[in-house]
């Protein structure tokens, strides 16, 4: 859902890569190599996976709670509760929001690429 003031994307409906040499670094006319977009691929579940393993490591809620404890559970030895939460240092929101960001800017660059702005310009007779 996009922000106040933000407009939201337009829908993409197809996504052409046509076939290239799969050798880093060569980008014959027309064509983007398989191993650039492997790499933006590679670098988008890196930074995904460092933004998820932050977030689990991170206190619930964001901001400092009171913990608390509910009726043991029947058939169970099981209590509900939850601990205080001394919520997110500013340290951590911080990471979190440049985490956040990488992975939302590595998400779409390919997308706004111009090798794949028109692939219908891409097509060689």
Do not use: N
């Not at 983007?32 to 492997?38: K, L, V, Y």
């Not at 988008?44 to 206190?59: D, K, S, T, V």
């Not at 901001?63 to 240092?89: F, L, V």
């Amino acid at each position: 859902m996009p922000r106040p003031g933000q407009q939201k994307p337009a829908a993409i409906e197809k996504i052409v890569v046509t076939a290239s040499p799969d050798i880093a670094g060569q980008s014959p006319q027309g064509t983007e190599p398989t191993a650039t977009i492997r790499d933006a691929q590679l670098r988008l579940h890196q930074a995904g996976a460092a933004y998820r393993r932050l977030c689990q490591a991170l206190p619930s809620p964001v901001e400092p709670a009171p913990g608390w404890e509910g009726d043991k559970q029947p058939y169970t030895e099981y209590h509900t509760g939850k601990p205080d939460s001394p919520g997110y240092t500013p340290e951590q929101k911080s990471e979190k929001a440049r985490l956040r960001g990488e992975a939302l800017q590595l998400l779409h660059r390919p997308l706004h690429a111009p090798v794949l702005a028109d692939p219908e310009s891409r097509h060689h007779d």
